[in-house]
Antibody, heavy 121, light 107 residues
C-alpha cells in the first residue's frame, strides 16, 4: 500500500525554523513528484510547494517563496520542507501529497495524515 | 494566480438525492481540474482528475465535467459516507490553487 507519513511539526516562535519530513513507502518514490499542502484549522487547503521526481524542478506559493525550501532524498524515500522565518500565519496542518506522475503539477493521489505546525510566542 | 470559486458554500441534501457542485476559474484552465473529498479529521482524497477522470477506487456515482472556466462535480444518489467537504484544484499554471470548498451536509 502507498503510504506517506509526515513528521517534524511542533510549536515554534515567530522568526524560528522547522524542518518537516515525509517518509514514503509502497511505491517507487523516485518516479513521482511530491508536494506540500497546508490547511489552517477549520479553513481550506493551500498548496505550498512541489518538487519533480528528480528533484531538479521546484515551485512555491508566493506566500512562502524565499522562506521555505522543498527537497527530497530519493535514496531515503523522503521528502523535506525546510521552513525559515516562520510567521504566525504559517500555523497550519501540513500535508505531504504524492502526485500521480513525475511532474509536480500532477493531481495528488495519496496524502499523509498531516503534521501540525504552530507558530506562536 | 488563478482563483477558483466554488458554489454553493453549503449544500443541504438527503441521502439518495443528487448533488451538483460548481467550480469556476478566473481564467481558462483547459481541463486541468481535480476534485477532492475531505471528511472531518481526515486528509483529502482525490476523486476526479483532469475534469472528468475518476481516480482509482472512486465509485461511479461520482462524475466530473467541464472545461475552460466552468466545471461541475456530480454525485448521483448520495450515500451517507458522501457527506463531506469537496474542493476543486487547478494545475494549469503555477501556483497551484484550490477553491474554497463546498460542504455537502445532511438535510
Amino acid at each position: 500500500d502507498v503510504q506517506v507519513l509526515e513528521s517534524g511539526g511542533g510549536l515554534v516562535q515567530p522568526g524560528g525554523s522547522l524542518r518537516l519530513s515525509c517518509a514514503a513507502s509502497g511505491f517507487t518514490f523516485s518516479s513521482y513528484a511530491m508536494n506540500w499542502v497546508r490547511q489552517t484549522p477549520g479553513k481550506g487547503l493551500e498548496w505550498v510547494s512541489g518538487i519533480f521526481s528528480s528533484g531538479g524542478d521546484t515551485h512555491y506559493a508566493d506566500s512562502v517563496q524565499g522562506r521555505f525550501t522543498i527537497s527530497r532524498d530519493n535514496s531515503k524515500n523522503t521528502l523535506y520542507l525546510q521552513m525559515n522565518s516562520l510567521r504566525v500565519e504559517d500555523t497550519a496542518v501540513y500535508y505531504c501529497a504524492k502526485a500521480r506522475r513525475s511532474g509536480s503539477s500532477s493531481p495528488f493521489d495519496s496524502w499523509g495524515q498531516g503534521t501540525l505546525v504552530t507558530v506562536s510566542s | 494566480e488563478i482563483v477558483l470559486t466554488q458554489s454553493p458554500a453549503t449544500l443541504s441534501l438527503s441521502p439518495g438525492e443528487r448533488a451538483t457542485l460548481s467550480c469556476r476559474a478566473s481564467e481558462s484552465i483547459s481541463s486541468y481540474l481535480a476534485w477532492y473529498q475531505q471528511k472531518p479529521g481526515q486528509a483529502p482524497r482525490l476523486l476526479i482528475y483532469d475534469a472528468s477522470n475518476r481516480a482509482t477506487g472512486i465509485p461511479a456515482r461520482f462524475s466530473g465535467s467541464g472545461s475552460g472556466t466552468d466545471f461541475t462535480l456530480t454525485i448521483n444518489s448520495l450515500e451517507p459516507e458522501d457527506f463531506a467537504v469537496y474542493y476543486c484544484q487547478q494545475r494549469n499554471s503555477w501556483p497551484l490553487t484550490f477553491g474554497g470548498g463546498t460542504k455537502v451536509e445532511i438535510k
